[in-house]
């Protein structure tokens, strides 16, 4: 066993002078850049003919089978607003040995246990200042049953907990916190007093994991959602103990992360307003984007969308090279409700077997920020630059599935849109721009 006095260490690295140096490389040996093209209208980079009278259908859809097992970050709290309803956020998490082989507190006695989360963001509908602090109750469950680090847990997952808390305490939890520490109480030292374990799995027989929940209280009531680092220093579960031969505190954290300790989040959404409500009762999986669309992120809701005129419009334009192209998601006033909007979106295309994977115009997005996806908010609009999709659909129009949009980090950001939908005699209305020539 590995018995250490209490202390904390940081290690900081230095790694400016590398980046600088790979900074000059790359501005020495790319001619060409993107500097200063969101300044302009990309469209007006680009010869060619214009067309941007192509008919676009899209549906909002229930997300329900969005994975979220062993991602580094999770959300937990309440938010709700009179659009998407009600989002409840939890955590479920294993703790694991931190160390190789087994650990014993075989006649050592347990002063205290402190679980401990990593803070990384708060999302609310109203911006709060630095200053503010949240009032919250925070609950940490056992759970009755076992968790798996091999096994997948989607959004909709959840696991039967014990009757009885390790923790249930009205905090207060300011928005320049980095942490938040919760001293367990004596029921959960059994565990470890006066216990050997051998191996990972024999203490995660007796310590199945937790269940953990936050909900916010008084003014910040159903109002407050924080994400948290599974994988961060502060993060994880630590027994302070001494040793009956000695009396110099000792300690020993287990993890949250690594090959042996299973963690996702669950999230569950109730209430939807007009026209969501049919999502309530899962009368329907998609509700029509004549007028609105919808994003929601923590497997909340997603847009699928078609463009049905193009085969015909190829057919027409066998020979065309489609320079630029791209598809503008205006966003609706009533979203200032809502709190800050998302801040991007992103774009998948869908293949024969229903499953998406990303389109090419984000693929290059790695290497050269072609895509965009980011909000504008001088023109209160999402544009996503789709040229390399959409010269495949013309070229290849019977391989064309449709695309799915999604909110960027859509698993650990609270922030929801919505946005004006397809009907053109919208003033504002989602619309695909095509800039092309034809070959001879």
């Known amino acids: 066993m590995n018995k250490t006095k209490s202390s904390i260490k940081v290690l900081v690295c230095s790694g400016i002078a590398l980046l600088m140096g790979l900074c000059a490389f790359t501005a020495c040996t790319h001619e060409d ?47 709700q607003n009179n659009v998407f309803g009600k989002t409840e956020a939890v955590m479920y998490t294993q703790a694991a040995l931190s160390t190789t082989g087994g650990i014993s507190f075989e006649s050592d006695i ?28 925070m609950r940490v469950i056992p759970l009755a049953d076992p968790m798996y680090v091999d096994s997948t847990y989607y959004a909709c997952s959840d696991i039967q907990c014990l009757r009885m808390v390790y923790f249930d ?13 919760l001293k367990l109480n004596s029921s959960i030292r059994s565990i470890f007093e006066n216990k050997v374990y051998a191996n990972n799995e024999d203490f995660q027989t007796a310590l199945r994991g937790f269940k953990i929940v936050l909900e916010p209280e008084g003014a910040d009531a159903d109002n407050m959602m924080m994400t948290v680092n599974y994988a961060a220093a502060y993060t994880g579960l630590t027994v302070h103990f001494h040793s009956n031969n000695d009396t110099l505190p000792l300690d020993y954290s287990f993890v949250f992360t690594g090959t042996s300790a299973a963690h996702f989040n669950g999230y569950r959404h109730t209430n939807y307003a007009s026209p969501l409500s049919a999502f309530n009762t899962n009368v329907k999986d998609s509700v029509s984007g004549t007028q609105k669309l919808y994003l929601q992120p923590l497997g909340g809701t997603f847009v699928k969308m078609r463009f049905p005129t193009l085969k015909q419009w190829s057919a ?3 020979n065309a090279v489609v320079h630029h192209a791209q598809i503008i998601l205006p966003v609706a006033d009533e979203t200032s409700a809502l709190g800050e909007k998302a801040s991007r ?4 295309k869908y293949q024969s077997n229903g499953k998406v994977t990303l389109i090419p115009d984000m693929m290059d997005a790695l290497l050269n920020g072609g895509f965009d996806g980011n909000y504008d908010k001088d023109k209160k609009q999402y544009r996503m630059r789709v040229s390399r999709q959409i010269q495949q659909a013309v070229s290849f129009p019977a391989n064309d599935y449709g695309l799915a949009v999604y909110i960027d980090a859509r698993r650990i950001s609270a922030k929801q849109v919505i946005l004006f939908g397809t009907d053109k005699t919208l003033a504002k209305h989602v619309k695909l721009e095509i800039i092309y020539s034809e070959t001879k």
Do not use: W
């Open 316 to 318: 027409q334009h066998p």
């Open 345 to 348: 979106v992103l774009c998948y």
């Open 169 to 181: 305490s009205v905090l207060r939890i300011g928005v320049s916190d980095t942490a938040v520490h």
């Open 110 to 137: 347990i002063d205290s246990v402190v679980l401990s989360l990593a803070i990384t963001d708060f999302f609310s509908t109203d911006a709060k200042d630095s200053n503010y602090v949240y009032t919250a109750r």
């Open 33 to 79: 850049t993107d500097m200063g093209l969101n300044l302009n209208d990309p469209a007006a980079l680009y010869n060619g003919t214009l067309c941007d009278t192509l008919t676009v259908t899209a549906y909002t859809c229930r997300e329900d089978s969005m994975t979220t097992s062993n991602y580094q970050n999770g959300v937990i709290g309440v938010l």
